[in-house]
């Protein structure tokens, strides 16, 4: 179970298939159609929906079922616990578009004794994208500076060391390193891979 964590509370989860475990990281797979979980205001909309001060004074926050209706996507959670994970994306036809760095808290791993088990990480909202290139923008920083003028509310408490992280990780994109160097651009899932659905205590206590 793929979650994130916002001030104690899951924002959203993603069953994900795992595609390799080892010295590289923690690789998982996340296919069209499989079914997720989405945090959504008290009157039934998405937090980008609307501004973020609008989406506060809405009352408690609920959960609702949903499906993952883009492409395929692959997810590496790297080695040392890095302030990022590192996404591929690809087009309806399975064609690699870029990389997409999500600047997050490390992540924490649990495992329940039912079997569930899982990765939880809270999204920092700013982000890096990559295109095959490895020219690279900035993405999400209005949404960034917006919540930021919120903290009362926001979950994010250093703008700095977010900024930082991603600098870090835009000189690694820039010299073509591991994992920006080709790695896994040309996966395709094997045709047997069924799509993985909620287990039971996916909805565990978060421990972010």
Known sequence: MHRNVRLGRLGWVRPARVVSDDERGLLVWIARGTPV???????????RSMPFAEYVTLGAPTLRHGTWNGPGVLKLHR?????????????DTGRFTGWYVNLERPAVRWSDEGGAAGVDVTDEDLD????PDRTWNWKDEEEFLERLAIPEHYWVRDEAAVRA??????????????PFDGTWTDFRP???WDIPGLVPGWDRRPLQ
């Open 165 to 178: 992280e991603g600098e870090r990780v835009i000189k690694e994109i820039e010299a073509g390193a591991f």
């Open 79 to 91: 080695p040392g616990d890095p302030a990022h994970s590192v996404w591929w994306f690809r087009d």
């Open 190 to 192: 094997p045709a047997e």
């Open 37 to 47: 979980v989405n945090e959504v205001s008290a009157d039934g909309r998405g937090m």
């Open 128 to 131: 890096v994208q990559v295109a």
